[in-house]
């Protein structure tokens, strides 16, 4: 792996940094119960901080002088007396980067975060790796996990759940659903009570839209949509979700659009901006600018509509100029189209409105869903049948069991299939059943994680 720093760290006030962490505990967890005082250091304790503190400065002197590995080897005999002092572990990532240890590098950076999440510059230095690997693409939706770890080497700690993984490197968490990256979610400062929507937009794009990158961090989360073979590194369309924690709450749709406008002016040559349909708590809106020394020219048509505690925003960006009249028409009725929906209506207590308002989203999205099973039955594809039925059915969905049903899905019309939906409530869970033209029960489909997945294989 290649990695070009400046040397930062001859410009450093390394010795006070030193000397502050070396002689305070501040670095490690405090005690919860502020009323009972910690036990004074032993002499042996104290003793050990000196010598640390002793090669720690022996380290500086070494980086001064750009002795790199004899640096290496003074923050490494700190470590072994201190192991869990944060900046140790980043000086010593520092020391290693510069003699193009880069693999051990990151290694350090990632201890230096975990052990201190508020050692700002670990944290920089941290982000610079990561925007390192974002570059290379290695973090977009649908990366591999075995190419994962191919880069980013063994993580700092890995949790299994069925066909999910989680591998956590520094404060950062990578999801994978079957082997393949799903999201990634910076944890600094992150309340699990905004990872959960309450509400989110319902849009459609459709093929050959793809799924891009997805990410959450403290104040949002983000999802990005491209068409392959582009990427989000390198794209000529992008179509974005995103909701912003709590902003609902604090701002109009308005004045969320006039901050953007704030930060678009500071960052672009604005050749546009122009207001489509406004509104307090929904506004439709456009932007054009300029190309730039290292900005390129593009033109993106956005809504942001406020929810009761998140702003939500969709956005088109073309970068191809100039967006074709047609083109700018279609994406502002697409925009227009989107609603503003509950998130986990499987959680909530609905009333009959809510119930049949959700009875004609999933019919919807179900003969959409249903008219792609049909070609995937046709194709013999089990792999891209399988995520949508419920774990208990999956391995009944093989190659035969396809074949079999291939005469069914020549003749086989979506919008028969589902005619109606039925919506239940069964011990506090909901449920909804998908009716067919003859008035029986084509399959149960039941909320899975934030998804309904069908509990019977529907086809024969």
């Known amino acids: ?65 750009k002795d790199w590995k004899s640096a290496i080897t003074e923050f490494e005999k700190s470590i072994e007396l201190q192991p869990e002092n944060s900046m140790l572990h980043y000086l010593l990532s520092v020391a290693c980067l510069e003699d193009s240890q880069a693999s051990r590098s990151w290694i350090e950076i990632r201890k230096a975060v975990l052990l201190d999440a508020e050692n700002k510059r670990a944290a920089q230095d ?8 974002d570059r290379k693409g290695i973090l977009n939706v649908g990366t591999p996990e075995v ?42 400062k992150l309340s699990a009570k905004d990872m959960v929507a309450v509400k989110s937009m319902k849009f459609h794009l459709g093929d050959p839209w793809r799924e891009g990158y997805r990410m959450m961090n403290s104040t949002n989360a983000l999802t990005e949509f491209v068409i392959p073979p582009e990427t989000v590194q390198n794209y000529q369309q992008l179509f974005s979700t995103q909701r912003l924690f709590k902003l609902g709450e604090q701002l109009s749709a308005r004045d969320m659009m006039n901050r953007m406008k704030s930060l678009v002016e ?23 600018v300029a190309k730039g020394d290292k900005t390129p020219a ?49 959680t909530a207590n609905l009333t009959a409105a809510q119930k049949q308002e959700l009875a004609d989203q999933l019919k919807q999205k179900s003969r ?37 049903a291939t005469e069914q899905a020549e003749s086989a019309k979506p919008d028969e299939l589902v005619h ?7 011990d ?14 084509l399959t149960t489909l039941l909320p899975v994680n934030g998804r309904w997945e069908a509990d019977t294989i529907w086809f024969e």
Request: hydrophobic fraction near 40%; glycine fraction near 4%; charged fraction near 30%.
């Open 1 to 65: 792996m290649k990695w070009n720093l400046s040397a930062r760290c001859l410009i450093l006030s390394l010795a006070i940094l030193i000397v502050l962490l070396l002689h305070s505990d501040a670095c490690l967890a405090q005690d919860a119960r502020p009323e009972v005082k910690p036990e004074p250091p032993s002499a042996e304790t104290l003793e050990k901080r000196k010598e640390a503190l002793a090669h720690a400065q022996q380290g500086q002197a070494l980086l001064k002088q």
């Open 126 to 133: 941290f982000l610079k790796f990561w925007s390192f690997f």
């Open 147 to 188: 190419e994962v770890l191919k880069l980013l080497g063994k993580p700092d700690s890995q949790r299994e759940n069925k066909d999910e993984t989680q591998l956590v490197y520094g404060f950062m968490w990578l999801n994978f659903r079957n082997a393949s990256l799903y999201a990634v979610i910076d944890t600094r």
């Open 266 to 288: 500071k960052s672009y040559q604005l050749e546009e901006w122009n207001v489509i349909e406004d509104g307090e708590d929904d506004i439709l809106y456009e932007w054009r």
């Open 298 to 346: 593009q033109h993106e048509i956005s809504r942001v509509v406020r929810g009761s505690r998140d702003m939500h925003r969709l956005a088109y960006v073309m970068r191809k100029q100039p967006l074709k009249s047609a083109d700018r028409e279609q994406w502002i009725n697409r925009l227009k189209s989107a609603q503003l929906i509950l998130a986990h209506p499987e």
């Open 368 to 404: 959409e869903i249903i008219e792609k099973q049909l070609q995937y039955i046709r194709d013999g594809d089990v792999a891209a049948m399988k995520p949508y039925f419920t774990e208990r059915v999956r391995k009944f969905i093989t190659k035969a069991s396809l074949k079999q």
């Open 420 to 426: 109606d939906i039925e919506i239940l409530e069964i």
């Open 428 to 441: 506090g869970s909901l449920q909804a059943k998908i009716k067919m033209k003859n008035g029986r029960t």
